[in-house]
C-alpha cells in the first residue's frame, strides 16, 4: 500500500487513487494529420522503463484531481509531483 | 493418563484454571495458559499428525509458529484446518484431531465476526522479547505513539521460555515490570496475539490479532502505517538433518527449554541432545534439572566450551564431541538414537558406533534469524558465518531490526541492540529519545558453532529419509535430485522440490536447505543466497481479510428513493454496479418467463412503468460547455437547442464504444447528460480525465447528479393519458410536446421534468422529479394508470424491450472493441466535426475493415429456443476438427411476446452482409441454425413512437 502525496490533500493511502499510465503522453493537436503509425503509438505505445517514470495518478476517492508523479519503478519511491494542470495526459 | 509429564509447579500455566478438551477422542485436561501441543506433552502425548506426502508419524517440534509438523484440524468451537499445535490456546471444550496429511474446510458458515482496524504510530515494534521491549521502553519514554505487537500469548519472548535472571531476579519479573511502564504510557498500544504477517511499502504492515473465540470479534486485522519500525522477530532453531529425523520425540532443544520451564512439562523422560552449538546445553542443564535423564550430549565440534562442559560434569551429563546422530529407530515416538564419530569434514559416513535409547532427542543446529519481514520490507541479507545464517543487512524503508534477528544471541546484547533501535526510531520519527537502561545479565562465554548441513549416514546414502522440509516431505534426495536436473539456484530448487512452500514457509527448513543445496552443489552458502520471503509470515483465513466486509456490507448498496415499494410489491431484485434494480416483479405462481411476457406485453398494449433512478446523471455546466461535449460525443451537441434532447455516444480514443445516453440541453450553457447505470463514475472520471489533463482551457465544470433526481419511465401506447390525468397543467399532445424534447412542469403536484425518451419504441416520458418526492409521484402515477392497468416493470422487460428495437446495451452488447459503425450507428457518428474522441481511430486500416464483427438479429429456426448468451456462431451445422472457425457470439437473448418466439442480438464477422443467411450456433451437443436479420425486429418503421 503505497502512500502517495496528492498536492491537493497531502498523503494518503494508495488505495484512495486511480492509476493513469505515463505522463505527458501529448494528444496530436491535429489527430487528422498524423498518419496511422503515429496515431497507433499515441493511443498504444507506452514506455516501461526500470528506473524513475513519470506517470499520472487521480485521487478518485478525494479530491478527483489528476497529478503527476515520478517514480522509481523498481522501488517504488515517488517524487516531484507537479499538479497536471500544466501538463498532458 | 493425566498429565503424568506435568511437574507439580513452576510455569506460567493458571493451576487453578483447569480445562478439559479432547483430542482424537481423548477427553484430556490441560491449564489456561498452555497451548494444545504443551497440554499434549503434558499428557504424554507426541505422535500428533501423519506426514502428508509419505503418511509418516509426526510430533511436535517446536514450541512456536515455526513448527512443521504438528498440524492439527480443529472441530470446536469452530472448524479450522491445519493449525500447529504449538499456537493453539487450549480452553474448555477445545476439539481437535491431528492432521492425516491434509485439512478439512468447514462446511458450515463461520458464525463469528471478524473486525478490520486502521492506525497510525510513530514506533512500530514487531516482537516483544527482550530486544522488542527494551525497543518500546526507550520509544516511549520520549512521548512517541508506539505500537507493539507480539504474536504470543503474553509478551516476553525468549524470556518465558528461558527461565534466566535479570538483574539478579527471574527474568520474567522484568517483562512484567516492563510490560506495565508501557501500558501506563497514554500513547502506547500493546498487542500481545498479534502477528504483524505483511510489510509493505511506505511502512505499511498488516498484522493479525487473536482475540479469542468469546470475545466480539474473533480475530482482528490491523492496518499499520509506521513513520519507524523496529523488527525484533527473533530467530528459529534449526533443526538437524540426519537419517530418520523426523520421529515424534525430536525436538528443538531451545523449544523443549521452553515447555520445561514456561509451560512446566517434561518432553521425555530420557534424553540425547545433539547439537552444533553452545544453546542446547542450557536446554541440556534445564531439562536435567527438572528431572529429565539427559543420557548424552552429541556435539559435532571436536572442542567443546569448557563453561558447559563443567556444567554437564558437575551433573554427571555425558559429553560426546567429534560426534553427531547418524540415525534413529522407533515408529510412533523415537526408541533409540544412533550415533557415530564425525570428522573433521563431517562428510564422510562412518558405521554406527552406539544406540542409545532414549525416547527423547533434542537437536539444535544453531539459529536462523527471523528475517521475513524485513525481507518482505525489500531488505537485503548478507550470511554471517559466526551463527551459519543470514541476517538484515540494510533497508531503503525506515526501519531497523535489533536483537536476536540480527545474529546476536546474548540476552544481554539483545537487550542493548533493542534499546537502542528504540530510541534510534523515535528519533527519527521526530522525538526527544533517551536509551532506556537495560537490565544485567549473566553472559556465558560463546564457543563458534559448526555449520553442519548434513549428518552423513551409512544406512541411507540416498538420503530418502533425511528430511529437509519436514512440513513438505523434501528430503535430501529430493535436493540431489533438482540439482541433477539443472537447478543451481535456491529459487529453482524451492519450486522444484516445494520445500519452503507449505504453511510454515520454511522457517525452520529455509537456511538448513540452502546449507543442502550449497553442500550439493559445492559452493559456499553465502554466495547461493536465501529464497524471498514473501507475506503472510503465518497463514491468515479470508475471513480474517474480509472483516466486516461480507453480506450486506461487502460492498455498498445503492436503493433508490423507491426501493421500498419494489421491496413491497415482492419484486426481484438484479445488481446493477452498487445499485438494486427491480429485476421484474412475479405475480403468485408466475416464473420469471411468465413474469415478464406479462410485463412486456402490458407496456405493448397498454401502460407499463420502471424506476429509472439508477442512470447515471452529470450536470455539465460552463460558457464552454458545448465545445467540450462536442468532443467527447461522437455526435454534434453543440447545434443541440435549449428544451431538446440528443442521443449520444461516447467513445475512448481508440474508436470504441465506451458510454451512451441522453444530451439534454437545459440552457445555452448548461446540459445535464445521462449514462448507464454501471457506467456512471466511470464515465464522470472519463470526462475529468481529458477535462483536467487535455482540454485545460475549456471552462467547465462536471457534477454527479445521479441521487438528486428521481427518474420514472412511463411507456405505452397508454403512458400519454394516464401523464394527463396526473399533471393536468402539461401540454402532452405529440404537437406541443414531441419526441426528444423536454418541459417542466407539476406532475401530481410536484415540480418536474419530463423528457420524451424512449427506449421501448413506444410512446414514452421519463418524469424527473426531486429524490425525495420520487416515492410519492411514483405511487400517484401508479395510481392514476391503475384505470389503464398499469404495470410496474424490471431491467428484464426493459431489456427484452429495447432489444426488440434492436437498441444495443453498452457492456452487454459491446465490450471494448466494437465501433459505433460496428453496431449500424453511424448515424450518431458526425461527419461534421473536426475533431471528437475516436474519430481518427475510425479510420486506423482495422478499425475500417469492413469484414469486423457487426451487431446483427439472430431468429433461431426453432421458434421456441432462447440461444444463451454466449453462445458462439459457426459458418457450418458440423463443427469439425478444432479449432474451428468462430463468427462472433450472442450478446442478448430473450422470448420475445410481441414476436411469438426467441430471438437474439449478435456480433457477426461481416454480418450485414449476412443477412438472410442460415448460420449456426452450438447449443448443448449440436449446432442449432440460426437466421441472421436485421437488428430491429419491431416496428421498424418506428410508428408507435408518438402514440
Ligand atoms: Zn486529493
Same mark, same amino acid.
Given at each position: 500500500?503505497?502512500?502517495?502525496?496528492? &498536492?491537493?490533500?497531502?498523503?494518503?493511502?494508495?488505495?484512495?487513487?486511480?492509476?493513469?499510465?505515463?505522463?505527458?503522453?501529448?494528444? &496530436? &493537436?491535429?489527430?487528422? #494529420?498524423?498518419?496511422?503509425?503515429?496515431?497507433?503509438?499515441?493511443?498504444?505505445?507506452?514506455?516501461?522503463?526500470?528506473?524513475?517514470?513519470?506517470?499520472?495518478?487521480?485521487?478518485?476517492?478525494?479530491?478527483?484531481?489528476?497529478?503527476?508523479?515520478?517514480?522509481?519503478? #523498481?522501488?517504488?519511491?515517488?517524487?516531484?509531483?507537479? &499538479?497536471?494542470?500544466?501538463?498532458?495526459? | 493418563?493425566?498429565?503424568?509429564?506435568?511437574?507439580?509447579?513452576?510455569? =506460567?500455566?493458571?493451576?487453578?484454571?483447569?480445562?478439559?478438551?479432547?483430542?482424537?477422542? @481423548?477427553?484430556?485436561?490441560?491449564?489456561?495458559?498452555?497451548?494444545?501441543?504443551?497440554?499434549?506433552?503434558?499428557?504424554?502425548?507426541? /505422535?500428533?499428525?501423519?506426514?502428508?506426502?509419505?503418511? /509418516?508419524? =509426526?510430533?511436535?517440534?517446536?514450541?512456536?509458529? !515455526?513448527?512443521? +509438523?504438528?498440524?492439527?484440524?480443529?472441530?470446536?468451537?469452530?472448524?479450522?484446518?491445519?493449525?500447529?499445535?504449538?499456537?493453539?490456546?487450549?480452553?474448555?471444550?477445545? @476439539?481437535?484431531?491431528?492432521?492425516?496429511?491434509?485439512?478439512?474446510?468447514?462446511?458450515?458458515?463461520?458464525?463469528?465476526?471478524?473486525?478490520?482496524?486502521?492506525?497510525?504510530?510513530?514506533?512500530?515494534?514487531?516482537?516483544?522479547?527482550?530486544?522488542?521491549?527494551?525497543?518500546?521502553?526507550?520509544?516511549?519514554?520520549?512521548?512517541?505513539?508506539?505500537?507493539?505487537?507480539? *504474536?504470543?500469548?503474553?509478551?516476553?519472548?525468549?524470556?518465558?521460555?528461558?527461565? @534466566?535472571?535479570?538483574?539478579?531476579?527471574?527474568?520474567?519479573?522484568?517483562?512484567?515490570?516492563?510490560?506495565?511502564?508501557?501500558?501506563?504510557?497514554?500513547?502506547? %498500544?500493546?498487542?500481545?496475539?498479534?502477528?504483524?504477517?505483511?510489510?509493505?511499502?511506505? +511502512?505499511?504492515?498488516?498484522?493479525?490479532?487473536?482475540?479469542?473465540?468469546?470475545?466480539?470479534?474473533?480475530?482482528?486485522?490491523?492496518?499499520?502505517?509506521?513513520?519507524?519500525?523496529?523488527?525484533?522477530?527473533?530467530?528459529?532453531?534449526?533443526?538437524?538433518?540426519?537419517?530418520?529425523?523426523?520421529?515424534?520425540?525430536?525436538?528443538?532443544?531451545?523449544?523443549?527449554?521452553?515447555?520445561?520451564?514456561?509451560?512446566?512439562?517434561?518432553?521425555?523422560?530420557?534424553?540425547?541432545?545433539?547439537?552444533?552449538?553452545?544453546?542446547?546445553?542450557?536446554?541440556?542443564?534445564?531439562?536435567?534439572? *527438572?528431572?529429565?535423564?539427559?543420557?548424552?550430549?552429541?556435539?559435532?565440534?571436536?572442542?567443546?566450551?569448557?563453561?558447559?562442559?563443567?556444567?554437564?560434569?558437575?551433573?554427571?551429563?555425558?559429553?560426546?564431541?567429534?560426534?553427531?546422530?547418524?540415525?534413529?529407530?522407533?515408529?510412533?515416538?523415537?526408541?533409540?538414537?544412533?550415533?557415530?564419530?564425525?570428522?573433521?569434514?563431517?562428510?564422510?559416513?562412518?558405521?554406527?558406533?552406539?544406540?542409545?535409547?532414549?525416547?527423547?532427542?533434542?537437536?539444535?543446529?544453531?539459529?536462523?534469524?527471523?528475517?521475513?519481514?524485513?525481507?518482505?520490507?525489500?531488505?537485503?541479507?548478507?550470511?554471517?558465518?559466526?551463527?551459519?545464517?543470514?541476517?538484515?543487512?540494510?533497508?531503503?524503508?525506515?526501519?531497523?531490526?535489533?536483537?536476536?534477528?540480527?545474529?546476536?544471541?546474548?540476552?544481554?546484547?539483545?537487550?542493548?541492540?533493542?534499546?537502542?533501535?528504540?530510541?534510534?526510531?523515535?528519533?527519527?520519527?521526530?522525538?526527544?529519545?533517551?536509551?532506556?537502561?537495560?537490565?544485567?545479565?549473566?553472559?556465558?562465554?560463546?564457543?563458534?558453532?559448526?555449520?553442519?548441513?548434513?549428518?552423513?549416514?551409512?544406512?541411507?546414502?540416498?538420503?530418502?529419509?533425511?528430511?529437509?522440509?519436514?512440513?513438505?516431505?523434501?528430503?535430501?534426495?529430493?535436493?540431489?535430485?533438482?540439482?541433477?536436473?539443472?537447478?543451481?539456484?535456491?529459487?529453482?530448487?524451492?519450486?522444484?522440490?516445494?520445500?519452503?512452500?507449505?504453511?510454515?514457509?520454511?522457517?525452520?527448513?529455509?537456511?538448513?536447505?540452502?546449507?543442502?543445496?550449497?553442500?550439493?552443489?559445492?559452493?559456499?552458502?553465502?554466495?547461493?543466497?536465501?529464497?524471498?520471503?514473501?507475506?503472510?509470515?503465518?497463514?491468515?483465513?479470508?475471513? *480474517?481479510?474480509?472483516?466486516?466486509?461480507?453480506?450486506?456490507?461487502?460492498?455498498?448498496?445503492?436503493?433508490?428513493?423507491?426501493?421500498?415499494?419494489?421491496? !413491497?410489491?415482492?419484486?426481484?431484485?438484479?445488481?446493477?454496479?452498487?445499485?438494486?434494480?427491480?429485476?421484474?416483479?412475479?405475480?403468485?405462481?408466475?416464473?420469471?418467463?411468465?413474469?415478464?411476457?406479462?410485463?412486456?406485453?402490458?407496456?405493448?398494449?397498454?401502460?407499463?412503468?420502471?424506476?429509472?433512478?439508477?442512470?447515471?446523471?452529470?450536470?455539465?455546466?460552463?460558457?464552454?460547455?458545448?465545445?467540450?461535449?462536442?468532443?467527447?460525443?461522437?455526435?454534434?451537441?453543440?447545434?443541440?437547442?435549449?428544451?431538446?434532447?440528443?442521443?449520444?455516444?461516447?467513445?475512448?480514443?481508440?474508436?470504441?464504444?465506451?458510454?451512451?445516453?441522453?444530451?439534454? =440541453?437545459?440552457?445555452?450553457?448548461?446540459?445535464?447528460?445521462?449514462?448507464?447505470?454501471?457506467?456512471?463514475?466511470?464515465?464522470?472520471?472519463?470526462?475529468?480525465?481529458?477535462?483536467?489533463? !487535455?482540454?485545460?482551457?475549456?471552462?467547465?465544470?462536471?457534477?454527479?447528479?445521479?441521487?438528486?433526481?428521481?427518474?420514472?419511465?412511463?411507456?405505452?401506447?397508454?403512458?400519454?393519458?394516464?401523464?394527463?390525468?396526473?399533471?393536468?397543467?402539461?401540454?402532452?399532445? +405529440?404537437?406541443?410536446?414531441?419526441?426528444?424534447?423536454?418541459?417542466?412542469?407539476?406532475?401530481?403536484?410536484?415540480?418536474? %421534468?419530463?423528457?420524451?425518451?424512449?427506449?421501448?419504441?413506444?410512446?414514452?416520458?421519463?418524469? +424527473?422529479?426531486?429524490?425525495?418526492?420520487?416515492?410519492?409521484?411514483?405511487?400517484?402515477?401508479?395510481?392514476?394508470?391503475?384505470?389503464?392497468?398499469?404495470?410496474?416493470?424490471?431491467?428484464?422487460?426493459?431489456?427484452?424491450?429495447?432489444?426488440?428495437?434492436?437498441?444495443?446495451?453498452?457492456?452487454?452488447?459491446?465490450?471494448?472493441?466494437?465501433?459505433?459503425?460496428?453496431?449500424?450507428?453511424?448515424?450518431?457518428?458526425?461527419?461534421?466535426?473536426?475533431?471528437?474522441?475516436?474519430? %481518427?481511430?475510425?479510420?486506423?486500416?482495422?478499425?475500417?475493415?469492413?469484414?469486423?464483427?457487426?451487431?446483427?438479429?439472430?431468429?433461431?429456426?426453432?421458434?421456441?429456443?432462447?440461444?444463451?448468451?454466449?453462445?458462439?456462431?459457426?459458418?457450418?451445422?458440423?463443427?469439425?476438427?478444432?479449432?474451428?472457425?468462430?463468427?462472433?457470439?450472442?450478446?442478448?437473448?430473450?422470448?420475445?411476446?410481441?414476436?411469438?418466439?426467441?430471438?437474439?442480438?449478435?456480433?457477426?464477422?461481416?454480418? /450485414?452482409?449476412?443477412?438472410?443467411?442460415?448460420?449456426?450456433?452450438?447449443?448443448?451437443?449440436?449446432?442449432?441454425?440460426?437466421?441472421?436479420? !436485421?437488428?430491429?425486429?419491431?416496428?421498424?418503421?418506428?410508428?408507435?413512437?408518438?402514440?
Amino acid at each position: 500500500m503505497l502512500l502517495i502525496h496528492c &498536492p491537493w490533500c497531502g498523503a494518503r493511502d494508495e488505495a484512495e487513487f486511480r492509476y493513469g499510465g505515463q505522463a505527458h503522453v501529448d494528444r &496530436p &493537436p491535429d489527430p487528422n #494529420a498524423v498518419d496511422d503509425r503515429e496515431w497507433g503509438e499515441y493511443l498504444f505505445v507506452r514506455d516501461n522503463p526500470r528506473g524513475r517514470f513519470s506517470e499520472r495518478w487521480v485521487h478518485s476517492a478525494g479530491c478527483r484531481r489528476w497529478f503527476d508523479v515520478v517514480r522509481d519503478t #523498481a522501488t517504488n519511491e515517488m517524487s516531484a509531483e507537479v &499538479p497536471s494542470r500544466s501538463g498532458r495526459r | 493418563m493425566s498429565n503424568e509429564f506435568r511437574l507439580a509447579d513452576g510455569g =506460567r500455566i493458571d493451576r487453578d484454571r483447569p480445562v478439559r478438551f479432547d483430542f482424537e477422542g @481423548q477427553q484430556l485436561q490441560g491449564y489456561a495458559g498452555d497451548t494444545l501441543a504443551s497440554a499434549l506433552l503434558a499428557n504424554g502425548v507426541h /505422535r500428533v499428525a501423519t506426514s502428508n506426502k509419505y503418511g /509418516r508419524p =509426526r510430533g511436535i517440534m517446536a514450541a512456536g509458529a !515455526e513448527e512443521p +509438523n504438528a498440524l492439527v484440524q480443529v472441530e470446536a468451537p469452530f472448524p479450522e484446518p491445519m493449525l500447529p499445535a504449538t499456537t493453539v490456546e487450549v480452553r474448555d471444550g477445545l @476439539q481437535a484431531s491431528g492432521l492425516p496429511g491434509k485439512g478439512r474446510l468447514a462446511t458450515e458458515e463461520d458464525p463469528a465476526r471478524y473486525d478490520t482496524m486502521h492506525t497510525h504510530c510513530d514506533v512500530l515494534v514487531v516482537g516483544a522479547g527482550p530486544a522488542g521491549l527494551a525497543a518500546a521502553l526507550s520509544a516511549a519514554r520520549s512521548g512517541a505513539r508506539v505500537i507493539v505487537a507480539d *504474536a504470543d500469548t503474553e509478551f516476553g519472548g525468549s524470556l518465558l521460555g528461558s527461565g @534466566q535472571t535479570l538483574d539478579g531476579r527471574a527474568a520474567t519479573d522484568w517483562v512484567r515490570r516492563t510490560t506495565a511502564e508501557l501500558a501506563e504510557h497514554p500513547e502506547v %498500544r500493546l498487542l500481545p496475539r498479534t502477528t504483524v504477517f505483511g510489510y509493505y511499502e511506505d +511502512n505499511y504492515l498488516v498484522a493479525l490479532e487473536h482475540r479469542g473465540d468469546d470475545a466480539s470479534s474473533r480475530q482482528r486485522i490491523w492496518r499499520m502505517r509506521a513513520r519507524e519500525v523496529v523488527l525484533a522477530t527473533g530467530a528459529h532453531e534449526r533443526p538437524l538433518v540426519f537419517s530418520g529425523n523426523d520421529r515424534p520425540g525430536i525436538m528443538l532443544a531451545g523449544s523443549a527449554r521452553t515447555y520445561v520451564n514456561r509451560y512446566a512439562v517434561l518432553p521425555g523422560r530420557r534424553a540425547v541432545v545433539f547439537t552444533t552449538n553452545d544453546s542446547a546445553y542450557a536446554a541440556a542443564i534445564d531439562l536435567h534439572d *527438572a528431572g529429565v535423564e539427559i543420557v548424552a550430549v552429541v556435539d559435532a565440534r571436536e572442542v567443546v566450551s569448557t563453561y558447559w562442559a563443567s556444567l554437564c560434569v558437575e551433573r554427571g551429563i555425558r559429553i560426546h564431541a567429534s560426534t553427531g546422530v547418524v540415525s534413529t529407530s522407533g515408529t510412533d515416538r523415537i526408541t533409540s538414537a544412533h550415533l557415530s564419530s564425525l570428522g573433521p569434514e563431517g562428510n564422510h559416513p562412518t558405521s554406527v558406533r552406539q544406540v542409545v535409547t532414549c525416547d527423547l532427542l533434542l537437536v539444535s543446529g544453531g539459529w536462523n534469524p527471523a528475517v521475513h519481514l524485513h525481507s518482505q520490507a525489500r531488505g537485503s541479507v548478507r550470511f554471517a558465518e559466526d551463527i551459519g545464517a543470514f541476517v538484515p543487512d540494510g533497508t531503503d524503508q525506515a526501519a531497523r531490526s535489533a536483537g536476536a534477528v540480527t545474529g546476536v544471541l546474548a540476552t544481554g546484547k539483545c537487550l542493548t541492540s533493542g534499546a537502542e533501535a528504540g530510541r534510534d526510531a523515535a528519533r527519527a520519527a521526530g522525538f526527544d529519545a533517551e536509551l532506556a537502561r537495560v537490565p544485567d545479565s549473566k553472559h556465558a562465554p560463546i564457543l563458534a558453532a559448526r555449520h553442519l548441513w548434513v549428518v552423513p549416514g551409512s544406512g541411507d546414502s540416498d538420503g530418502t529419509t533425511q528430511f529437509v522440509d519436514l512440513a513438505r516431505d523434501a528430503t535430501v534426495a529430493d535436493v540431489r535430485r533438482a540439482v541433477a536436473a539443472g537447478m543451481d539456484n535456491v529459487e529453482h530448487v524451492k519450486r522444484y522440490t516445494t520445500i519452503g512452500t507449505a504453511h510454515d514457509q520454511g522457517k525452520t527448513s529455509g537456511t538448513l536447505s540452502t546449507g543442502v543445496i550449497a553442500e550439493v552443489l559445492g559452493v559456499g552458502v553465502g554466495e547461493l543466497g536465501t529464497t524471498t520471503f514473501r507475506a503472510p509470515y503465518t497463514p491468515v483465513t479470508f475471513a *480474517a481479510l474480509a472483516g466486516r466486509e461480507r453480506g450486506d456490507l461487502y460492498d455498498p448498496v445503492r436503493v433508490t428513493a423507491m426501493h421500498d415499494w419494489h421491496v !413491497e410489491q415482492g419484486a426481484l431484485f438484479e445488481n446493477v454496479g452498487q445499485w438494486k434494480r427491480p429485476w421484474y416483479y412475479p405475480h403468485s405462481g408466475e416464473d420469471m418467463e411468465t413474469a415478464v411476457l406479462r410485463e412486456c406485453y402490458a407496456v405493448r398494449s397498454g401502460v407499463g412503468m420502471q424506476d429509472v433512478s439508477t442512470l447515471g446523471k452529470i450536470d455539465v455546466q460552463g460558457p464552454d460547455a458545448a465545445e467540450f461535449l462536442d468532443l467527447v460525443y461522437t455526435n454534434k451537441m453543440s447545434t443541440l437547442k435549449v428544451g431538446r434532447i440528443r442521443y449520444g455516444l461516447m467513445c475512448t480514443a481508440d474508436g470504441m464504444v465506451f458510454d451512451d445516453g441522453t444530451v439534454t =440541453r437545459t440552457a445555452e450553457h448548461r446540459y445535464l447528460i445521462s449514462t448507464t447505470s454501471g457506467g456512471a463514475a466511470n464515465v464522470l472520471a472519463h470526462l475529468e480525465d481529458w477535462l483536467q489533463t !487535455e482540454w485545460t482551457h475549456l471552462r467547465v465544470h462536471l457534477t454527479s447528479v445521479t441521487e438528486h433526481w428521481a427518474t420514472i419511465a412511463l411507456v405505452g401506447p397508454e403512458s400519454r393519458q394516464v401523464l394527463a390525468d396526473v399533471a393536468p397543467e402539461l401540454d402532452v399532445d +405529440n404537437d406541443g410536446f414531441g419526441f426528444m424534447t423536454w418541459q417542466e412542469g407539476n406532475v401530481a403536484g410536484v415540480h418536474a %421534468r419530463v423528457c420524451r425518451i424512449s427506449f421501448s419504441g413506444e410512446l414514452a416520458f421519463e418524469i +424527473n422529479v426531486p429524490w425525495w418526492y420520487g416515492r410519492e409521484v411514483w405511487e400517484v402515477l401508479m395510481a392514476g394508470g391503475r384505470p389503464y392497468g398499469i404495470t410496474p416493470y424490471g431491467t428484464e422487460t426493459m431489456h427484452v424491450l429495447r432489444a426488440e428495437k434492436g437498441f444495443p446495451i453498452v457492456g452487454q452488447d459491446t465490450d471494448g472493441t466494437i465501433t459505433p459503425h460496428d453496431l449500424g450507428m453511424s448515424w450518431a457518428v458526425s461527419k461534421k466535426k473536426d475533431d471528437f474522441l475516436g474519430k %481518427r481511430s475510425f479510420s486506423r486500416p482495422d478499425t475500417a475493415r469492413t469484414d469486423r464483427k457487426h451487431l446483427v438479429g439472430l431468429l433461431p429456426e426453432d421458434t421456441n429456443l432462447v440461444l444463451p448468451e454466449g453462445a458462439q456462431i459457426v459458418e457450418q451445422p458440423e463443427l469439425g476438427e478444432p479449432p474451428v472457425p468462430m463468427l462472433g457470439h450472442v450478446t442478448s437473448s430473450y422470448r420475445s411476446a410481441v414476436l411469438g418466439s426467441g430471438f437474439a442480438l449478435a456480433v457477426v464477422k461481416g454480418g /450485414r452482409d449476412r443477412v438472410g443467411e442460415t448460420l449456426y450456433s452450438p447449443v448443448g451437443d449440436r449446432p442449432v441454425p440460426v437466421t441472421v436479420t !436485421e437488428p430491429v425486429f419491431y416496428d421498424k418503421e418506428g410508428a408507435r413512437r408518438d402514440g
